[in-house]
């Protein structure tokens, strides 16, 4: 399995949120781009850069400081938050992000979701932000009558590299993954399911590994000492 940490900014700073609540943060450090070279330093092929602000207001919020980290960093970037146009997608494929992310679009605009997982194959990956077996949208603030399983057979039939399910419910709790919901839409479909949300223990990367989960993304566990993240590699290797 593929241990992808997590780099969340918001207001210019590494944060964390507890169920997506944007009054629920904790703040981690205040350089991102030292925080990215810190995890490619310790055994990270790859990196998750979300721009919560643009995830909650609809338009980018950190651009310098991610073009920073995919430009300087040596590592697969993949970036996130707020990217709902085919403008904002193909900037951060341009700008040499290995891929972007988009999870608003894929439900208000599942055609121009599509025709970007067409046209940029293998950088795409669909977000799918669950609170329980339907989809959250807008920086996780609108629920949606958007089933789970039916987006992600959507998202794997348009070519997507990957779907992120994060279930909200979890996220940030540290409480354990979904690992039998996640486990489940991995043997739904083709693309590889990236799971996400309430990491808090090295038995937990070990239990979506066993479970047959092919990634995971995290967190807080890392920031606050939980495990390292070269155990943790470790552990998503199966030991």
């Given at each position: 399995m593929e241990l992808?940490?997590?780099?969340?900014?918001?207001?210019?700073?590494?944060?964390?949120?507890?169920?997506g609540d944007y009054d629920a943060v904790t703040v981690y450090a205040e350089d991102p781009v030292a925080q990215a070279r810190a995890f490619a330093a310790a055994g990270a092929a790859r990196v998750h850069v979300v721009d919560l602000d643009g995830a909650r207001d609809g338009a980018p919020g950190h651009l310098e400081v991610m073009r920073r980290i995919v430009a300087e960093v040596p590592v697969a970037v993949q970036v996130?938050?707020?990217?709902?146009?085919?403008?904002?997608?193909?900037?951060?494929?341009?700008?040499?992000?290995?891929?972007?992310?988009?999870?608003?679009?894929?439900?208000?605009?599942?055609?121009?979701?599509?025709?970007?997982?067409?046209?940029?194959?293998?950088?795409?990956?669909?977000?799918?932000?669950?609170?329980?077996?339907?989809?959250?949208?807008?920086?996780?603030?609108?629920?949606t009558s958007r089933q789970v399983e039916?987006?992600?057979?959507a998202a794997d039939g348009w070519g997507a590299a990957a779907v992120l399910y994060t279930d909200i419910a979890r996220d940030g709790?540290?409480?354990?993954?979904?690992?039998?919901?996640?486990?489940?839409?991995?043997?739904a479909i083709g693309a590889t399911v990236i799971a996400s949300g309430g990491i808090g223990a090295l038995a937990h990367l070990e239990a979506l590994a066993a479970a047959g989960v092919r990634a995971a993304v995290c967190g807080r566990a890392l920031y606050e000492g939980a495990f390292t993240l070269e155990a943790a590699l470790a552990a998503a290797r199966g030991g």
């Amino acid at each position: 399995m593929e241990l992808i940490p997590a780099i969340d900014l918001l207001g210019g700073r590494v944060v964390r949120l507890e169920r997506g609540d944007y009054d629920a943060v904790t703040v981690y450090a205040e350089d991102p781009v030292a925080q990215a070279r810190a995890f490619a330093a310790a055994g990270a092929a790859r990196v998750h850069v979300v721009d919560l602000d643009g995830a909650r207001d609809g338009a980018p919020g950190h651009l310098e400081v991610m073009r920073r980290i995919v430009a300087e960093v040596p590592v697969a970037v993949q970036v996130g938050g707020g990217v709902r146009d085919r403008a904002s997608a193909e900037r951060w494929i341009e700008a040499g992000a290995d891929r972007v992310v988009l999870g608003t679009v894929a439900v208000r605009d599942p055609a121009l979701a599509a025709s970007l997982a067409a046209d940029h194959p293998g950088r795409v990956v669909i977000a799918i932000d669950a609170r329980g077996e339907q989809v959250a949208i807008e920086g996780w603030r609108e629920g949606t009558s958007r089933q789970v399983e039916e987006l992600a057979r959507a998202a794997d039939g348009w070519g997507a590299a990957a779907v992120l399910y994060t279930d909200i419910a979890r996220d940030g709790t540290g409480a354990g993954p979904a690992v039998e919901r996640t486990a489940r839409l991995q043997g739904a479909i083709g693309a590889t399911v990236i799971a996400s949300g309430g990491i808090g223990a090295l038995a937990h990367l070990e239990a979506l590994a066993a479970a047959g989960v092919r990634a995971a993304v995290c967190g807080r566990a890392l920031y606050e000492g939980a495990f390292t993240l070269e155990a943790a590699l470790a552990a998503a290797r199966g030991g």
